[in-house]
C-alpha cells in the first residue's frame, strides 16, 4: 500500500497546532496578571512599612516632644524592632522627610 490508512486515534497537525494556539493564548492573559499581583502586593507591603514608621513616629514625638532625627533614632529607643527593607528593592531604602514628621521611601512609594 502506498498510503498509509489514516488512525483515527492520533491527533492531526491541526489539532495539535489548535491546542498550543489556545494554550498559548491562555498563558499570554494569564502572566501579565500574576506578575500585576505581586507588583501590587510589594506595594502594599511597602506603604504597611510606612505605615509603621509613621506610628513609631508618632510615639517617639509624643515621648520626646520632639520628632526623631532619623530612622536609626526609632530603632534605638524602641519604637522599631529594626529599619524595615522596601519589598521591592529588599534594601532598607526609609528615611524621614525633611520635617522628620513622616516616613519616605527612596522608591517614591507612598501612603495613598
Ligand atoms: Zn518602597
Avoid: W
Amino acid at each position: 500500500m502506498l498510503f498509509k490508512v489514516r488512525d483515527e486515534k492520533a491527533f492531526t497537525l491541526f489539532e495539535v497546532l489548535f491546542i498550543l494556539l489556545i494554550t498559548s493564548i491562555i498563558v499570554a492573559i494569564a502572566f501579565p496578571l500574576l506578575g500585576g499581583t505581586a507588583v501590587n502586593a510589594r506595594l502594599r507591603n511597602c506603604q504597611a512599612n510606612l505605615r509603621t514608621i509613621d506610628g513609631a513616629i508618632n510615639q517617639y514625638h509624643a515621648e520626646h516632644d520632639a520628632y526623631p532625627s532619623d530612622i536609626n533614632a526609632l530603632v534605638a529607643s524602641g519604637f522599631l524592632r529594626a529599619s524595615p527593607e522596601c519589598p521591592h528593592t529588599k534594601l532598607k531604602d526609609y528615611s524621614l522627610s525633611n520635617q522628620h514628621d513622616r516616613g519616605v521611601c527612596s522608591q517614591g512609594h507612598e501612603i495613598p
